[in-house]
C-alpha cells in the first residue's frame, strides 16, 4: 500500500537525524576543538541516541519510524514492507538527508565545511585505516541495532512504550563506542546526505554494504527465530 503520510514522515524524521547529529559534531569542533575528547564523543552520542528515540515517539505510529534505509531493507526482506513502500521510504529518507545537510550548509557554512558537514571519514587510526576492519565494525553494530528494533518496537511480548527509549539507547551506545572507530554511520542515508552535499564520497560504499548487510542478518535471525514464533502463538 503506498502511504504518503509515511512518507512524509520518514523524511521528517530523517531531516531531524541528519540535522541534530550533524550538527552536534559541528559544535563540538566548535567548543572541544577538532580532536575527539571524552566530551566530544559524549556530545555527539546525546545527540544521536536523543533525536532517533524522539522521532520514534514522535513518528512510529505513523511509518514505524525507520529512518534508514538498512532498517527498512530489513523490515522488506521479512516482509514486513511491501516492496513499493520500502522503495519509498528509502527515498523520503534520502530527500531528508540531503535537506538537512544542505540545511546546515546554509547556516554554518564555513564551520559545516570543516567537517563535511558530518560525513564519516572512514576507519580511523584505532583501525590502522583499514577497510574490512571499518565493515566488520559497521555491519556488527548494525546487527545489534536491528536485534534491538525487532525485540522492542516488533515482537509481540515486548514491554511496550519502552522501544523508542531502547532503540536511542542503542543508538547513543553504537555512537559512543564506534564515532572513534569509523565515525559511526550505521545508516546509509546519514551518510550520503552530508556526502553529497559535501563532496566527500571516500569509504562510501562501506557506509552502505556494511549496514545493510548486518541489518539483514539480523533481521533474518529475529524474525524467524523469535517474532515469528510468538505471532503463530497469537
Not at 530523517?14 to 566530544?40: C, D, N, Y
Not at 587510526?125 to 522492542?152: P, Q, W
Amino acid at each position: 500500500m503506498v502511504n504518503p503520510r509515511a512518507y512524509l514522515a520518514e523524511a521528517i524524521a530523517t531531516f531531524a537525524l541528519v540535522f541534530f547529529g550533524p550538527l552536534s559534531i559541528i559544535l563540538t569542533v566548535s567548543a572541544f576543538g577538532e580532536g575527539l575528547t571524552t566530551q566530544s564523543v559524549l556530545f555527539i552520542a546525546l545527540a544521536h541516541g536523543g533525536i532517533i528515540a524522539l522521532m520514534i515517539y514522535a513518528f512510529g505510529h505513523i511509518s514505524g519510524a525507520h529512518i534508514n534505509p538498512a532498517v527498512t531493507i530489513s523490515m522488506m526482506i521479512t516482509k514486513r514492507i511491501g516492496i513499493t513502500d520500502g522503495v519509498g521510504y528509502i527515498g523520503s529518507q534520502l530527500i531528508g538527508a540531503v535537506a538537512a545537510a544542505a540545511t546546515l550548509k546554509v547556516i554554518l557554512p564555513e564551520l559545516g565545511a570543516k567537517v563535511n558537514f558530518g560525513t564519516q571519514g572512514g576507519p580511523s587510526e584505532l583501525l590502522n585505516k583499514s577497510i574490512s576492519s571499518g565493515f566488520a565494525v559497521e555491519a556488527i553494530l548494525t546487527f545489534f541495532l536491528v536485534v534491538v528494533i525487532f525485540m522492542t518496537a516488533i515482537h509481540k511480548k515486548a514491554s511496550p512504550g519502552w522501544h523508542g527509549f531502547t532503540i536511542g539507547g542503542m543508538v547513543f551506545l553504537i555512537h559512543l563506542i564506534a564515532v572513534p572507530l569509523t565515525g559511526a554511520s550505521v545508516n546509509p542515508a546519514r551518510t550520503f546526505g552530508p556526502a553529497l552535499i559535501s563532496g566527500f564520497w571516500d569509504y562510501h560504499l562501506m557506509y552502505w554494504a556494511a549496514p545493510i548487510l548486518g541489518g539483514i542478518i539480523a533481521a533474518l535471525i529475529m524474525n524467524y527465530v523469535y517474532v515469528k514464533k510468538v505471532e503463530k502463538e497469537a
